[in-house]
């Protein structure tokens, strides 16, 4: 079992739609997790942060589930500027913590 | 204050060779990882060097090595090129494992 996993893609929507985007983790060590955003060709930028109490910036609500190792996203009002591949990433956290990559799943904003 | 630079920023080597690849990390960071991402995947952690140690090691073989040196740049060196570490190849700057800055990468081709 992989050790972060996202749902398949690509996820092809009409501008103005909200669309969620999911992902397990198997690691309940881990203590840190995120939402990167990697544009065609380009380096993983970060989105957001992502807490069990659920944090919203702007269009983009991330939520934790610590219980169930889950991880969400949710994009709402949709541009076409959102089209990218976006990466669920967790953290085992410390000076020695790495970050673990999910395969990514690819978003494509439509007129 | 300037972010992570990494050269060269395309590369084609042959099967069997050997490659060094740079990074300049983000002024305050002493923290550098480097990560794989082969076509169609996520970001495949190979290992991060802290103050001048390697401070974890993903599921990477011995011909992929690094270094850190005093600045904190790194470099990391594959030995016996084989067609498969074809991809991009990222390096990620950080203050004692928090708050990771991506380099734009070196996209490198094995033929």
């Known amino acids: 079992r992989k050790e972060v996993e996202q749902d398949p893609g690509p996820f092809n929507v009409p501008e103005g739609a909200t669309v969620a985007f999911n992902c397990t983790y198997s690691n309940s060590a881990s203590q840190s997790f995120f939402w990167y955003r990697q544009d065609c060709r380009k380096e993983p930028k970060l989105l957001m942060s992502v807490y069990s109490s659920g944090n919203e910036d702007g269009r983009f609500t991330a939520q934790l589930n610590r219980a169930s190792q889950y991880i969400s996203l949710l994009i709402r009002d949709s541009k076409l500027s959102d089209s990218a591949t976006y990466l669920c990433?967790?953290?085992?956290?410390?000076?020695?913590?790495?970050?673990?990559f999910g395969k990514g799943t690819k978003l494509s904003v439509k007129p | 204050e300037t972010g992570v630079t990494q050269s060269p920023t395309h590369l084609i080597k042959t099967r069997g060779q050997q490659v060094t690849l740079r990074c300049s990390s983000q002024s305050g960071h002493n923290t550098v990882s480097w990560y794989q991402q082969a076509l169609g995947q996520g970001p495949q952690f190979i290992f991060q060097?802290?103050?001048?140690?390697?401070?974890g090691r993903g599921n990477f073989p011995p011909r992929f090595s690094g270094l850190q040196f005093p600045n904190y740049s790194s470099e990391l060196n594959v030995n016996a090129l084989e067609l498969d570490d074809s991809a991009l190849y990222l390096c990620?700057?950080?203050?004692?494992?928090?708050?990771?800055?991506f380099g734009s990468g070196t996209r490198l081709t094995v033929v």
């Open positions: 060097y802290y103050r001048e140690e390697e401070n």
């Open positions: 990620a700057s950080s203050l004692e494992g928090n708050g990771y800055t």
């Open positions: 990433v967790v953290n085992y956290g410390g000076s020695q913590g790495n970050l673990i």
